[in-house]
C-alpha cells in the first residue's frame, strides 16, 4: 500500500544543516501495521509527517497505491486526507477547545463537504461515536469536560470520519495513564481488523510496538538502524543500539533475565552529521571503519535488515 523510498528531510539551522530524515526507505502492505521507534529526536515524526505530506520533504518518493503522493499539487494532498489521517500524541492539544465533540468529529465531513445536511452529518458522528466507544450522551461536551482516554477517542472517531485507509498514529497513548493505554491500543487494534486499515505506528515504547506491530523499524539520528518482523526483531536483535533499547525493557514472555546495557556517551547531533555510523560515538563495538564509512541497511535472512558494520 504503501511505499517510502529514500526519503530525506533537512532543516536549515544558524548552526548548519539538520539530517532530521536521512534517506529512509520502507514499505507496509496493506491492512498491516508498522512501527517506527526511537528516542526522541530520531526523525521518526519527522518522518511520519512528511509521508502525510504535512511538511514538505527535501528529497525521496512516497509511492502510495501506486502513486508518488509527495508530487501531488494542493489539491490533489487535499483530496489524499480522505485516504490518509493522522491521530496525534496529545488528544488535549490537538482538539479545538471552543467546539463541541459532535463539531469536532462532523468537522471533516464539513471540510469535505461529504455530508452538506446538517441532520445526516450529526448522525454520522454518533455512529462514529459508538465505533470509538463514546457514549451518545457525550455529542454536546467540550474537550476539557473529558478524561485522556475519552479525549483520545474523539481523535480517532475525527480520524476515522473520512473512512481513511492508512492512519498515521504518532505516540496515540504516550499521554494517558497506563491504565487507559491499553485500552486505546485494544480499540485501535480492533479497528484495524474490522475497518481493514494500514498504520504506521510511532512511539519512544518497543513495549507498546511489539504488541501492536507486524514490522519494526528503529530510528536513530535520522536514520532506520533495523528493520524485521515484529518477534523477530525482539527475539534476535542485530543493531548494537536495538539491543540497548531492549534490554531497558522487561519481556515477561521471554522469561530469561537480560543484562541491561546502559549507552554511553553523547547522542551526536544531527547537524551536520559526520562520516560514518551515528551511532559509532557512542558504540562499544566501534571500529575504525565504524567512523569513516556510514553503513548501509542490509537484508540478513527472514526480512530483517540491519545497518552495522559487523
Ligand atoms: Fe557500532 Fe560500527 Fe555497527 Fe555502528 S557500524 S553500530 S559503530 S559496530
Ligand atoms: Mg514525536
Known amino acids: 500500500m504503501l511505499e517510502v523510498k529514500q526519503l530525506k528531510k533537512y532543516f536549515n539551522t544558524p548552526k548548519g544543516i539538520l539530517h532530521a530524515v536521512d534517506d529512509v526507505n520502507f514499505s507496509i502492505e496493506k491492512g498491516k501495521t508498522l512501527g517506527i521507534v526511537g528516542e526522541s529526536g530520531c526523525g521518526k515524526s519527522t518522518t511520519g509527517r512528511a509521508i502525510l505530506r504535512l511538511l514538505e520533504a527535501t528529497d525521496g518518493e512516497v509511492i502510495f497505491e501506486g502513486k508518488n503522493i509527495l508530487d501531488y499539487s494542493k489539491k490533489e494532498i487535499r483530496d489524499l486526507r480522505r485516504d490518509m489521517q493522522i491521530i496525534f500524541q496529545d488528544p488535549f492539544a490537538s482538539l479545538n477547545p471552543r467546539k463541541t465533540v459532535s463539531e469536532i468529529i462532523g468537522e471533516p465531513l464539513r471540510l469535505h463537504k461529504i455530508i452538506k445536511d446538517k441532520g445526516e452529518r450529526e448522525k454520522r458522528v454518533l455512529e462514529l461515536m459508538e465505533t470509538v ?100 526483531l525482539f527475539d534476535n536483535p542485530k543493531h548494537p543500539y536495538t539491543k540497548a533499547l531492549l534490554s531497558a525493557i522487561p519481556i515477561p514472555s521471554i522469561g530469561k533475565k537480560k543484562e541491561r546495557i546502559i549507552i554511553k556517551g553523547e547522542i551526536t547531533s544531527p547537524i551536520n552529521p559526520k562520516p560514518g555510523c551515528r551511532f559509532a560515538p557512542r558504540c562499544e563495538y566501534a571500529k575504525d571503519v565504524c567512523f569513516k564509512e556510514q553503513p548501509i541497511l542490509k537484508e540478513l535472512d527472514n526480512n530483517h535488515e540491519v545497518a552495522c558494520h559487523i
Open 133 to 232: 466507544g463514546l457514549s451518545e450522551r457525550l455529542v454536546n461536551t467540550y474537550p476539557h469536560e473529558l478524561d485522556g482516554g475519552r479525549r483520545q477517542r474523539i481523535g480517532i472517531a475525527r480520524a476515522l470520519a473520512l473512512n481513511p485507509k492508512f492512519i498515521l498514529c504518532d505516540e496515540p497513548v504516550s499521554a494517558l495513564d497506563v491504565s487507559i493505554q491499553a485500552q486505546i491500543l485494544n480499540l485501535l487494534k480492533t479497528l484495524q481488523k474490522d475497518l481493514g486499515l494500514t498504520y504506521i505506528f510511532i512511539t519512544h515504547d518497543l513495549s507498546v510496538v511489539n504488541y501492536f506491530s507486524d514490522e519494526i523499524a528503529v530510528m536513530y539520528l535520522g536514520k532506520v538502524v533495523e528493520k524485521a518482523p515484529s518477534a523477530e
